[in-house]
């Protein structure tokens, strides 16, 4: 059974910057594509960012050009680099493994506990 541990959530100012990082156990990792969700009070979960095996990524708009996803498989980890960072941005981010060619659909695939951002002056 794959696990996934968040971690690197905080508060920060709007402007600032964070990293969250992913922790994922299991031989699966490396052959699936990995995502970074989150979800804010009274809203729906909604993909942030997305990285298939081959390293191909897509973005939310609202947080392109500000955001990068990234992974490193011989470390079983993910990556999410959040420049400019503004209050709209404050949700709990969650880390998502899927399954091959199963899209981006918030409601599949392995989730971990998440960590929450929070961006405010």
């Known amino acids: 059974q794959v696990q996934l541990v968040e971690s690197g959530g905080g508060l920060v100012q709007p402007g600032g910057s964070l990293r969250l990082s992913c922790a994922a156990s299991?031989?699966?990792?490396?052959?699936?594509?990995m995502g970074w969700y989150r979800q804010a009070p009274g809203k729906q979960r909604e993909l942030v960012a997305g990285?298939?095996?081959?390293?191909?990524?897509i973005y939310a708009d609202s947080v392109k050009g500000r955001f990068t996803i990234s992974r490193h498989n011989a470390k079983n980890m993910v990556y999410l680099q959040m420049n400019s960072l503004k209050p709209e941005d404050t949700a709990v981010y969650y880390c998502?493994?899927?399954?091959?060619?199963?899209?981006?659909?918030?409601?599949?695939?392995?989730w971990g506990q998440g960590t929450q951002v929070t961006v405010s002056s």
């Open positions: 990285i298939t095996a081959s390293d191909s990524t």
């Open positions: 299991g031989s699966i990792f490396s052959k699936s594509p």
């Open positions: 998502n493994l899927r399954a091959r060619g199963s899209g981006w659909s918030p409601d599949s695939g392995s």
